[in-house]
């Protein structure tokens, strides 16, 4: 086994994203049928396998993503259940099988199991705007697993992925530079930190929410009419009530940035996230696109190695914070696109003009 050991911690490939906040991931493996292996992984992924049919005997779903955490014999391998398994394939051992969602916090009695599995998709600490979480429960969108919901209408899906980030769904890096190692995870259109430390999530975060199409590409599918548009028509609707409802209801955007620094000044990093929503214009403006509703901001601090959300935390605190370290809106995280033919450019959607938000231009 000393042979295996050396072996694996000896040839790591790096790829790396770099962000505004000073921290460097490298991308595992994603997963493909027919893909070739390289020498390291064909000795060590039959170890993973073998490792945990031996501990785990349940249906594991379809292998997504592997990665090994350089410098170590530590691998780990991310499902489409949701789960993270990590191995030691130096000695044939389990680290661990963390599922990435709290348990169902439904009970059969519930009036509406909705509601509390929503504020809890994650876990308490994540949040969503109310107005998205009310159109995800009444349409149907799904955003807590891999997959997209995939709809026919325009270019854009329901939540639909920004930057091409969950082509590498599982990633590695210090976060926020205690010198261990988290997992990084675009699931969809969330971003999750996972401790392999600790055995937990230590942040999530809702960072792109896209339910969006222009008017006129509904108006132009015969298979449901919509009517004609007057004044105080949406110019973009949303996709999720008209595949459900024929619904022609205004459309909604909302991103997500991460600001990763000592802010309140404890030598201990902090999470800033800036939230932007936005909502549809009507056809009776003159200026295309989208009205913002709100900024929101949020302070967490990390208490016993997750980051908990400071309610307390005054909106101007953070804001004074996020200006004397000159962080805007471009230089929070995700910030660079992975798309082909965008990389290392600003994500587009965004920084789009269409928003109507001088914030997202710097």
Request: glycine share 8%; charged share 20%.
């Amino acid at each position: 086994m000393n042979y295996l050991k050396n072996m694996f911690v000896s040839i790591v490939a790096f790829n790396t994203l770099s962000s505004a906040q000073a921290f460097d991931l490298v991308n595992g493996t994603t997963q493909e049928f027919g893909m070739k292996f390289t020498d390291v992984q064909k000795v060590a992924l039959p170890i993973v396998t073998k490792t945990i049919k031996a501990n785990d005997s349940s249906d594991t779903g379809m292998s997504l993503a592997f990665t090994n955490i350089a410098g170590t014999s530590n691998w780990f391998r991310l499902y489409d259940n949701l789960h993270i398994y990590g191995v030691d394939v130096s000695q044939g051992t389990l680290l661990g099988n963390w599922p990435l969602t709290p348990s169902n916090t439904c009970v059969s009695d519930d009036i509406d199991c909705s509601e509390p599995w929503w504020l809890g998709r994650w876990g308490d600490q994540e949040f969503m705007e109310p107005e998205i979480t009310q159109r995800i429960i009444n349409y149907d969108q799904n955003i807590a697993g891999l997959y997209k919901f995939q709809l026919s209408y325009g270019e854009q899906e329901i939540a639909g992925e920004v930057g091409c980030l969950e082509a590498h769904p599982l990633r590695y890096g210090d976060v926020d530079g205690d010198g261990r190692n988290e997992l990084v995870l675009f699931l969809k259109d969330t971003l999750v930190f996972f401790s392999p430390d600790i055995g937990k999530v230590t942040f999530v975060t809702l960072y792109n929410y896209s339910d969006y199409v222009p008017w006129q590409t509904l108006q132009n599918d015969t298979s449901m009419h919509l009517g004609s548009p007057n004044n105080e028509t949406p110019q973009y609707a949303s996709k999720a009530a008209y595949q459900q409802d024929n619904n022609g209801i205004d459309a909604l955007r909302s991103y997500g940035k991460l600001y990763i620094q000592d802010f309140d000044g404890d030598k201990v990093a902090d999470i800033v996230v800036w939230r932007k929503l936005y909502r549809s214009k009507l056809q009776g403006d003159t200026t295309p696109g989208f009205d913002k509703v709100r900024d929101t901001l949020l302070f967490y601090k990390k208490i016993n190695g997750t980051y908990e959300l400071q309610s307390d935390t005054a909106t101007e605190t953070i804001q004074s914070w996020l200006s004397t370290a000159k962080l805007t809106w471009s230089k929070g995280f995700p910030e660079l696109s992975e798309c082909a033919g965008e990389e290392g450019k600003p994500i587009p959607e965004m920084h789009d003009p269409l928003l109507n938000d001088p914030d997202v231009l710097q």
